[in-house]
């Protein structure tokens, strides 16, 4: 088990229409190695009301340094005024997957 250094997980809800084309888009742009949809039930409040909502959440693996240009891309795709996003540091990986995830996301150059 490796101690990774910048890697982490962007977790997004919304329907799954945008959540297909939120994960389309950021697997091409290469700013994320992989991302798993996942169905949610979320209770929240927005602008005073209570809202209980069938969602799909985004597990975005992928290196924070791309953490600026993911958060652009999803904001523009996104319909939602507030958008979750938020990005949690992988503490511990599999050497092999967090290579992996290497490979796959574009350089932060």
């Known amino acids: 088990m490796e101690t990774p250094a910048g890697y ?3 977790l997004v809800a919304g329907n799954i229409q945008e959540a297909e084309a939120i994960a ?3 697997v ?3 700013p994320t190695a992989c991302v798993s949809l996942l169905p949610i039930y979320s ?3 927005w602008q005073g009301e209570l809202h209980k909502e069938q ?3 985004l597990l975005i693996k992928t290196d924070l340094g791309q953490y600026p240009a993911m958060e652009a891309k999803i904001k523009n795709l996104h319909s939602y005024e507030v958008p979750e996003i938020i990005a949690l540091p992988i503490v511990a990986g599999s050497q092999a997957y967090l ?3 290497s490979q796959q996301v574009k ?3």
């Open 24 to 26: 389309n888009a950021l």
């Open 8 to 10: 982490g997980v962007v």
């Open 28 to 30: 091409e742009a290469k």
């Open 107 to 109: 350089s932060k150059d």
């Open 43 to 45: 209770i929240y409040t």
């Open 55 to 57: 969602e799909w959440q």
């Open 99 to 101: 290579q992996w995830i």
